[in-house]
T-cell receptor, first 110, second 112 residues
Framework: QQQVKQSPQSLIVQKGGISIINCAYE??????FPWYQQFPGKGPALLIA?????SEKKEGRFTISFNKSAKQFSLHIMDSQPGDSATYFC?????????FGTGTRLKVLA | IAGITQAPTSQILAAGRRMTLRCTQD?????MYWYRQDLGLGLRLIHY???????GKGEVPDGYSVSRANTDDFPLTLASAVPSQTSVYFCASSADYTGELFFGEGSRLTVL
């Protein structure tokens, strides 16, 4: 049973474009929603995170939009760059069950 | 540089053999986790520990065991390895269960 559903599985975007990745969760006990970025051969690293008391959080070119009633959240990457090419994971956390989505492989074309 | 150290980096193992993946952190984090990463399945939680002396089961615990004798170490043991356990294993830690996870570089395990 996948508690955190992520889409799309892969994404190709032109340089300067907007990349959008979506996630949906089922467990209302989750109270921390991070996004992780992973480059080949490396462990994932935290990119940006949000808690359910806010609907949006922005850090530079990266924005999380959070819809508590729909139990959905999304990552927007503005002005996408080739260096953003990586695998992105959404996650949800609560009571030590830190659960990840299946990942989105993003490729930004130069 | 402080963080998570995993060993070995990679290992080829015959089916039926016992294997322990080592994980050590020097950040004095309370919580530690083991994940396996498989293509198309993302990161799946195997076991976790919220503090020394306690452990819990994640999404895919069967065939794996863990122990947490102290704050810094969290080894993962495969008692009798099977080919379906071929994967990349990541150890992670966090100060608490709602904070940033810090990952190691991973251990690539191949079971033949």
């Amino acid at each position: 049973q996948q508690q955190v559903k992520q889409s799309p599985q892969s994404l190709i975007v032109q340089k300067g474009g907007i990349s959008i990745i979506n996630c949906a969760y089922e467990n209302t006990a989750f109270d921390y929603f991070p996004w992780y970025q992973q480059f080949p051969g490396k462990g994932p690293a935290l990119l940006i995170a949000i808690r359910p008391d806010v609907s949006e959080k922005k850090e530079g070119r990266f924005t999380i939009s959070f819809n508590k009633s729909a139990k959905q959240f999304s990552l927007h990457i503005m002005d996408s760059q080739p260096g953003d090419s990586a695998t992105y994971f959404c996650a949800a956390s609560g009571t030590y069950k830190y659960i990840f989505g299946t990942g989105t492989r993003l490729k930004v074309l130069a | 540089i402080a963080g998570i150290t995993q060993a070995p980096t990679s290992q080829i193992l015959a089916a039926g053999r016992r294997m322990t993946l080592r994980c050590t952190q020097d950040m004095r984090h309370n919580a530690m986790y083991w994940y396996r990463q498989d293509l198309g399945l993302g990161l799946r939680l195997i076991h976790y520990s919220n503090t020394a002396g306690t452990t819990g089961k994640g999404e895919v615990p069967d065939g794996y065991s863990v122990s947490r004798a102290n704050t810094d170490d969290f080894p993962l043991t495969l008692a009798s390895a099977v080919p379906s356990q071929t994967s990349v294993y990541f150890c992670a830690s966090s100060a608490d269960y709602t904070g940033e996870l810090f990952f190691g570089e991973g251990s690539r395990l191949t079971v033949l």
